[in-house]
C-alpha cells in the first residue's frame, strides 16, 4: 500500500483507484469513510440525550436550522461511553433522504490510498462487526478499518435488528444475532 506524501500524491490522484478518507479515531481504533461521502466536520458539539432511544443514538444536535440526529461508533462498537471531548461528522443517505451525524473521538486529518489495497473483512467478525466495515487498510500505524456510512444511518441500523435494546433496556449483547 502507497501513503501520498506530497511528492506522491499528485501521482496517487491521477490513478483511477486512488481515495480520500477522513481518519477517524474511536478509542486506540482508526477508521476510514470516504471524505466524499462527508457533508461537513461540525468538531465538538453538545449532544442532547434522546429518552428512550436505542443505545446506538448519542442525541441530537442543531444543524442549520434542523435537529440532527447522532449516531454513537463507540456505542455500535460496544465500546465503553467515552469521557473526553467527542466529534460530529454531518453525513448523508445516497438519495439525500435522511441526514444524521456520527460522533466519533477524534479526526485525525485525510489520507490518499489506493482502493486495489482494502483487505476484505475476516470471516471470523461478529455479525455486528461485518455489517459495520467494508475492510481495511494496511497503514504504517497499523490497520485502518474502512466505514460504510450508509450503514451508518440510524433508520438503517435500526432496520438490520443487529443493535436493538433488549426487554431490560440495555444492547441486545449477542455478537451474531440476524
Not at 486512488?18 to 458539539?45: H, M, N, Q, Y
Not at 432511544?53 to 440532527?68: D, K, N, Q
Amino acid at each position: 500500500m502507497r501513503i501520498a506524501t506530497r511528492e506522491g500524491l499528485q501521482e496517487l490522484l491521477e490513478e483511477d483507484d486512488a481515495i480520500s478518507l477522513c481518519s477517524l479515531i474511536v478509542g486506540s481504533d482508526t477508521f476510514g469513510i470516504d471524505t466524499g461521502k462527508i457533508r461537513e466536520v461540525l468538531g465538538e458539539r453538545e449532544l442532547q440525550r434522546v429518552p428512550m432511544s436505542p443505545p446506538f443514538i448519542a442525541g441530537v444536535v442543531p444543524y442549520r436550522g434542523e435537529v440532527l440526529t447522532t449516531v454513537n461508533l463507540r456505542a455500535l462498537l460496544g465500546m465503553t461511553e467515552h469521557n473526553g471531548r467527542c466529534c460530529v461528522l454531518v453525513m448523508e443517505d445516497n438519495e439525500g433522504a435522511e441526514r444524521f451525524g456520527l460522533v466519533v473521538d477524534a479526526v485525525k486529518g485525510v489520507v490518499t490510498v489506493s482502493r486495489k489495497t482494502l483487505e476484505p473483512n475476516p470471516c471470523t467478525l461478529s455479525a455486528r462487526a461485518k455489517w459495520l466495515f467494508d475492510g481495511a487498510y494496511k497503514m504504517q500505524a497499523g490497520l485502518m478499518v474502512q466505514l460504510d456510512p450508509q450503514r451508518l444511518c440510524p433508520t438503517r441500523l435500526s432496520e438490520t435488528g443487529l443493535f436493538q435494546q433488549d426487554a431490560n433496556g440495555g444492547a441486545d449483547a449477542s455478537a451474531d444475532r440476524r
